[in-house]
């Protein structure tokens, strides 16, 4: 359950608790301190709430002055019902537009944090595939901060908002770029050869790492959008992301084009896997702008964005039937 705090012009709350009726929601008023504007505060199950929100923008979006505010819930009483509790269980939930934006706007931004993590990350991930360290690649996949920038960038398409799809793709760039970097940097001083297994086996891809991109897009949007923690699926999305430019970086840095190849081959793949995929879970989950002229936007944005991510993917895919006949 969420609460919804309404702040208007004390005028203006018969709107709001005529739409609380509509929905048949508990809703009462609490007058603000200065007496001319009022806070209606609406109790609001989940499956409703998106559509409660949609029909309060629509009624107050043209006045001077609003403010909806989103209360989540960790417990109530009375406890609900069996019955309750079985209709919850059955209802697929989903945070509202407004929550998963500001979540993931937050998460698209370059700033100090998101550099120093893809600094530590990647020399922790260098340093685990150099040595063949299964548990230090594992321990620079968590602190790894590259979920955020890929899921913003499907999220932006899902509503055609351009100004968070830049963001999310220049922060995608600079964080996948600056690893990149150095790792090409301690590739090209370590002193010593780079056959460890951990790194041979980032120099080709497969179906089955297009597989595991795949569900690493998927698992991390729908974990969002349903509200579940996202470390472990950060963890995997990672696993798609980071040890493929690591070993590209270090491959170019000691001189392995043909390695780098493959390891470049991997990384372009699972970039654009976890990208489709988290596209067509937002679609799934019913992720799309509130009015119509948004929408149609979105639906062109949408289908350019799958037909764009389906068409690189059959690239990809013959360039790596190519390479394994040939090379």
């Not at 309060?56 to 309750?84: C, V, Y």
């Not at 890929?150 to 760039?173: Q, V």
Request: with cysteine.
């Amino acid at each position: 359950m969420r609460i919804i705090d309404v702040i208007t012009d004390c005028g203006h709350t018969d709107t709001v608790q005529g739409i609380a009726e509509q929905y048949e929601l508990d809703a009462w008023v609490i007058p603000a301190q200065d007496e001319q504007r009022c806070i209606t505060r609406l109790l609001v199950r989940l499956d409703k709430q998106q559509a409660v929100l949609d029909a309060l923008q629509g009624a107050l979006g043209k006045l001077d002055f609003f403010r909806i505010l989103l209360i989540p819930l960790d417990g109530a009483l009375p406890r609900p019902s069996k019955e309750e509790i079985e209709v919850d269980k059955r209802r697929a939930k989903t945070l509202s537009r407004e929550e998963l934006y500001q979540e993931i706007s937050n998460a698209s931004e370059i700033n100090n944090n998101f550099l120093f993590m893809v600094v530590l990350s990647t020399i922790v991930a260098a340093i685990g595939l150099l040595e063949n360290n299964v548990a230090v690649i594992i321990g620079a996949m968590v602190i790894a901060p590259l979920l955020g920038p890929n899921i913003a960038l499907s999220f932006a398409t899902a509503l055609g908002d351009r100004d968070l799809a830049w963001s999310a793709l220049r922060t995608n760039l600079a964080g996948l770029g600056l690893a990149l970097l150095i790792s090409l940097v301690i590739g090209f001083f370590w002193p010593y050869s780079l056959d460890t297994p951990e790194l041979i086996s980032r120099t080709d891809v497969g179906l089955d790492g297009i597989v595991l991109a795949l569900a690493s897009g998927a698992a991390a949007v729908l974990s969002l959008a349903s509200g579940y923690s996202m470390s472990l699926v950060g963890v995997m999305v990672a696993v798609a992301l980071l040890p493929p430019t690591a070993t590209l970086g270090l491959m170019l840095g000691a001189g392995q084009y043909q390695n780098a190849l493959g390891a470049g081959l991997l990384l372009a793949v699972n970039v654009v896997c976890v990208n489709l995929s988290g596209k067509l879970v937002f679609l799934l989950k019913g992720i799309k702008p509130r009015t119509w002229l948004e929408k149609r936007k979105a639906r062109q944005s949408m289908k350019t964005y799958v037909i764009f991510w389906l068409v690189v993917l059959v690239v990809l895919i013959i360039v790596m039937q190519v390479r394994t006949t040939y090379l």
